[in-house]
């Protein structure tokens, strides 16, 4: 898995990238993956700061109806 800092390094260097490029389209395009970079990066410290117990997983297996 990848660690917090290569998410938040890797969406910067899109966002680098994106500054200078030409096509609009594809600008629009290393943004979005830079978000989405960014997010997993967020993802990834809250599951870190909220690690999920046995007992929360089983009462989400339990709840069916």
Same mark, same amino acid.
């Given at each position: 898995?990848?660690? =917090?800092?290569? $998410?938040? #390094?890797? !969406? &910067?260097?899109?966002?680098?990238? *994106? ?5 609009? +389209?594809? =600008?629009?395009? $290393?943004? #979005?993956? !830079? &978000?989405?970079?960014?997010?997993? *990066? ?5 599951? +870190? ?17």
């Amino acid at each position: 898995m990848a660690d =917090r800092s290569d $998410l938040i #390094r890797e !969406a &910067n260097q899109l966002r680098e990238q *994106a500054q200078h490029e030409a096509d609009e +389209e594809l =600008r629009g395009r $290393l943004l #979005r993956m !830079a &978000n989405h970079y960014t997010h997993l *990066a967020d993802s990834l410290n809250w599951s +870190e700061a909220h690690p999920a117990t046995v007992a929360a997983l089983g009462e989400m297996f339990m709840k069916r109806g």
